[in-house]
Nanobody, 115 residues
Framework: QVQLVESGGGLVQPGGSLRLSCAASGIMFSVHAMGWYRQAPGKERELVAT???????NYADSVKGRFTISRDDAKNTVYLQMNSLKPEDTAVYYC?????????WGKGTLVAVSS
């Protein structure tokens, strides 16, 4: 079955950086678009960034210029490099992919930005 496992979250000070990883299995990774979403306390889940199988990327306006999504098809892994982190970036970050109408989610990794 499809499994997405996120890692790399943690506590960081404002202005700091983190790199999230999502290891995928159970899919032909190289042909799948991948995405990162986040959900802050009391808020709905929102799109952060996506990357197509060809490497085209898309970002939420709130993270443009600070976050970079990338993928390593040899490792079946998608990354989210997060720089210049702000307290409002605090959320659980989820990895996502889809096959037809079915979406798959990881369990999430917590990113907390605080001094």
């Amino acid at each position: 079955q499809v499994q997405l496992v996120e890692s790399g979250g943690g506590l960081v000070q404002p202005g700091g950086s983190l790199r999230l990883s999502c290891a995928a299995s159970g899919i032909m990774f190289s042909v799948h678009a991948m995405g990162w979403y986040r959900q802050a306390p009391g808020k709905e889940r929102e799109l952060v960034a996506t990357i197509t199988s060809l490497g085209s990327t898309n970002y939420a306006d709130s993270v443009k210029g600070r976050f970079t999504i990338s993928r390593d098809d040899a490792k079946n892994t998608v990354y989210l490099q997060m720089n210049s982190l702000k307290p409002e970036d605090t959320a659980v970050y989820y990895c996502n992919t889809f096959r037809g109408e079915i979406h798959y989610w990881g369990k999430g990794t917590l990113v907390a930005v605080s001094s």
